[in-house]
């Protein structure tokens, strides 16, 4: 269990009384836009747009912005950015792997401020491949663990034909890991289950983990908020494991 991935669960949690709320609305934002632009404007027709529209309105964002981006991305309004994405590799204190996603309009100015960011926050850039190998994509599939076993999930998803890697227990949620491109089939099987999802995505995990201690998961997580500031960068993956102790003690500060 990747530790980045319970501490984002628990970021989520108080996304929306933070400071960042703005920020992540703009990344919303522009998913839409991208996701119409590479499948079409047409949620019934696009699931990658649907889904995204789906995340925004989970996150209040307003309708009239979800609707100007999706017309922006499909070309039925002007304005559009050409965003393209590319990672970036690097490593945090301790030595924790770190891969950083961005989607920007402009691959110079993500490229300096990622490198500016990740040292002045005890950080280092690494060559492209550098990191990398350590991560798997995979596609994550969320659903309230209330009422339910992890059993209860595995079995729909197995009983449907699907091949799930894992179902890991993440606060009061189960994840369901597969490959990317099992994603709506899982969300099928759950789905024929009466199982409700509440939330999928793709992620990166990695293979080899770095243990820490709370003082310096707090320097990981200074690192990781100064990127997640830069308008450019989507996702900071790590390969930090944090143990429940850690992690509630973090959740004290």
């Given at each position: 269990?990747?530790?980045?991935?319970?501490?984002?669960?628990?970021?989520?949690?108080?996304?929306?009384?933070?400071?960042?709320r703005g920020k992540e609305f703009a990344k919303l934002i522009k998913n839409i836009e991208v996701a119409a632009r590479t499948g079409g404007g047409d949620p019934a027709a696009n699931p990658t747009l649907d889904d995204m529209?789906?995340?925004?309105?989970?996150?209040?964002?307003?309708?009239?912005?979800?609707?100007?981006?999706?017309?922006?991305?499909?070309?039925?309004?002007?304005?559009?950015?050409?965003?393209?994405?590319?990672?970036?590799?690097?490593?945090?204190?301790?030595?924790?792997?770190?891969?950083?996603?961005?989607?920007?309009?402009?691959?110079?100015?993500?490229?300096?401020?990622?490198?500016?960011?990740?040292?002045?926050?005890?950080?280092?850039?690494?060559?492209?491949?550098?990191?990398?190998?350590?991560?798997?994509?995979?596609?994550?599939?969320?659903?309230?663990?209330?009422?339910?076993?992890?059993?209860?999930?595995?079995?729909?998803?197995?009983?449907?034909?699907?091949?799930?890697?894992?179902?890991?227990?993440?606060?009061?949620?189960?994840?369901?890991?597969?490959?990317?491109?099992?994603?709506?089939?899982?969300?099928?099987?759950?789905?024929?289950?009466?199982?409700?999802?509440?939330?999928?995505?793709?992620?990166?995990?990695?293979?080899?983990?770095?243990?820490?201690?709370?003082?310096?998961?707090?320097?990981?997580?200074?690192?990781?908020?100064?990127?997640?500031?830069?308008?450019?960068?989507?996702?900071?993956?790590?390969?930090?494991?944090?143990?429940?102790?850690?992690?509630?003690?973090?959740?004290?500060?």
């Amino acid at each position: 269990m990747s530790g980045h991935s319970k501490w984002a669960t628990t970021k989520h949690k108080k996304a929306a009384n933070d400071a960042k709320r703005g920020k992540e609305f703009a990344k919303l934002i522009k998913n839409i836009e991208v996701a119409a632009r590479t499948g079409g404007g047409d949620p019934a027709a696009n699931p990658t747009l649907d889904d995204m529209i789906k995340k925004a309105k989970k996150a209040s964002v307003p309708n009239d912005n979800i609707e100007r981006a999706r017309k922006r991305g499909s070309g039925e309004e002007a304005g559009g950015a050409d965003w393209q994405t590319n990672m970036y590799e690097g490593y945090g204190p301790n030595g924790v792997a770190v891969l950083i996603e961005c989607l920007t309009d402009n691959r110079n100015r993500a490229a300096t401020e990622v490198r500016t960011r990740m040292t002045k926050n005890g950080g280092s850039m690494a060559d492209s491949g550098a990191v990398s190998y350590l991560f798997s994509r995979k596609g994550i599939v969320t659903v309230s663990a209330e009422g339910r076993t992890e059993d209860d999930v595995l079995m729909a998803v197995l009983e449907a034909g699907v091949d799930a890697e894992e179902v890991n227990k993440v606060g009061d949620l189960f994840e369901v890991v597969s490959a990317p491109g099992d994603i709506p089939a899982v969300k099928e099987a759950l789905a024929a289950a009466d199982i409700p999802v509440d939330d999928s995505d793709s992620d990166f995990r990695a293979s080899v983990e770095v243990p820490l201690e709370a003082a310096d998961a707090r320097r990981i997580f200074k690192l990781i908020d100064a990127l997640e500031d830069s308008d450019d960068v989507q996702n900071v993956y790590t390969n930090m494991d944090l143990s429940d102790e850690v992690l509630a003690e973090l959740e004290e500060d």
